[in-house]
């Protein structure tokens, strides 16, 4: 098993930025793959960035140019660092962790962009 547990959320102003953090633990080993989620109001979840065990990023087109995926410690932490937030950022994230081809989830942190 692999926990998972975000941070970093809160309410900020439009153009603001924020860094959310994601510390996993337990069965760490051979995770080969973490990404963020992320699930506005009333909408589906969606993938907003990836990073795979050699350091390649991929990224949402909403966000491409704002957001940043960045690992520490091989795959074990994570950052999403948000620039430029807009209204429609407005979310619950979600971080997530690849082992074995299994996804773990966290439980979510909220973003709120708002003046």
């Known amino acids: 098993q692999v926990q998972l547990v975000e941070s970093g959320g809160a309410l900020v102003q439009p153009g603001g930025s924020l860094r959310l953090s994601c510390a996993a633990s337990g069965s760490i080993f051979s995770i080969n793959a973490r990404a963020w989620y992320r699930q506005p109001p009333g909408k589906e979840r969606e993938l907003v960035a990836r990073i795979t065990s050699d350091g390649s990023p991929t990224y949402a087109d909403s966000v491409k140019g704002r957001f940043t995926i960045s690992a520490v410690n091989g795959p074990y932490t994570v950052y999403l660092q948000m620039n430029s937030l807009k209204p429609e950022d407005t979310a619950v994230y979600y971080c997530?962790?690849?082992?074995?081809?299994?996804?773990?989830w966290g439980k979510g942190t909220l973003v709120t962009v708002s003046s």
């Open positions: 997530t962790a690849t082992r074995y081809g299994m996804n773990y």
